[in-house]
């Protein structure tokens, strides 16, 4: 193990999102947009059911295969 893993807490500093350096008041990760990351992971359901696809029909897929883009 070389590299720094990217979601896994190790020790006591590193954010488990991206693994950089936690900062006071972002605990534990390293800034609010790790901290929104790993919510928005939990509220769209990677972490809470992992295996299940949580796949909703919220905003998943765009429609994209409706007409011809630009000619
Ligand atoms: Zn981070």
């Given at each position: 193990m070389?590299?720094?893993?990217?979601?896994?807490?190790?020790?006591?500093?590193?954010?488990?999102?991206?693994?950089?350096p936690v900062m006071e008041g972002h605990k534990p990760f390293?800034?609010?947009?790790c901290r929104q990351l790993d919510l928005g992971r939990w509220l769209s359901g990677s972490y809470a059911i992992p295996g299940e696809p949580a796949t909703?029909?919220?905003?998943?897929t765009p429609p994209q295969e409706d007409?011809?883009?630009e000619s």
């Open positions: 070389g590299t720094v893993a990217s979601m896994r807490p190790r020790g006591k500093s590193g954010c488990p999102m991206c693994g950089k390293c800034s609010a947009r909703s029909d919220d905003s998943a007409k011809d883009n």
